[in-house]
């Protein structure tokens, strides 16, 4: 199983702040996706980043992958409450692979 | 909506008893898998499916089995349910083609 490293494990910032989660593994992954889950709810894709170097953005969500395509970072400007919620990277095991594995989350609260 | 339907929502059950979830599809998608999300873990694959009767396991497959009789269904079954076993299971389904994944909306599942 290729290990996918989500960091910080928790995030708390004031409302308009910038933040960083970062998702990194030694493991080459074809493409990385990104998450959101509120709570009670199941995750919703956000993203997904194919090419190494590629930047993708939704609104305020700006998301690249490692040239390498061994890493993955989601940068969030002016945060929003609405931003709250868990953030998971995940992608899949090996080529060929149809197991999709998950990183263990970045748990972000934006203060008011 | 994705189309998936987990039930029940909720389960209460004792250590040492069977239980089975259920995940139902609108979809007609091959790819369907089971994951538990436990504080700290993230989401945690348990067994995938990539057609009627075809099943492989996960990372965390002990003490579950599966199975997959038609398309629009996907079972999960706890033989003898543990407390270790006390979790929320999402299922989820994968669109031929493409990378991302749907996801039902959990079960909340105690074992007492």
């Known amino acids: 199983t290729q290990l996918l490293e989500q960091s910080p494990q928790f995030l708390s910032i004031q409302e308009g702040e910038n933040l960083t989660v970062y998702c990194n593994s030694s493991s080459v992954f074809s493409s990385l996706q990104w998450y959101r889950q509120e709570p009670g709810e199941g995750p919703v894709l956000l993203v997904t980043v194919v090419t190494g170097g590629e930047v993708k953005k939704l609104k305020r969500l700006t998301f690249q992958f490692g040239d390498a395509r061994k890493d993955s970072s989601l940068h969030i400007t002016a945060a929003q409450p609405g931003d709250t919620g868990l953030y998971l990277c995940?992608?899949?095991?090996?080529?060929?692979?149809?197991?999709?594995?998950f990183g263990k989350g970045t748990k972000l609260s934006v203060i008011p | 909506d994705a189309g998936i339907t987990q039930s029940p929502r909720h389960k209460v059950t004792e250590t040492g008893t069977p239980v089975t979830l259920r995940c139902h599809q609108t979809e007609n998608h091959r790819y369907m898998y089971w994951y538990r999300q436990d504080p700290g873990h993230g989401l945690r694959l348990i067994h995938y499916s990539y057609g009627v009767k075809d099943t492989d396991k996960g990372e965390v497959s002990d003490g579950y089995s599966v199975s997959r009789s038609k398309t629009e269904d996907f079972l999960l079954t706890l033989e003898s349910a543990t407390s270790s076993q006390t979790s929320v299971y999402f299922c989820?389904?994968?669109?031929?083609?493409?990378?991302?994944?749907?996801f039902g909306q959990g079960t909340r599942l105690t074992v007492v």
């Open positions: 989820a389904i994968k669109p031929p083609g493409k990378t991302e994944a749907f």
């Open positions: 995940a992608g899949y095991s090996g080529a060929g692979s149809y197991q999709l594995t």
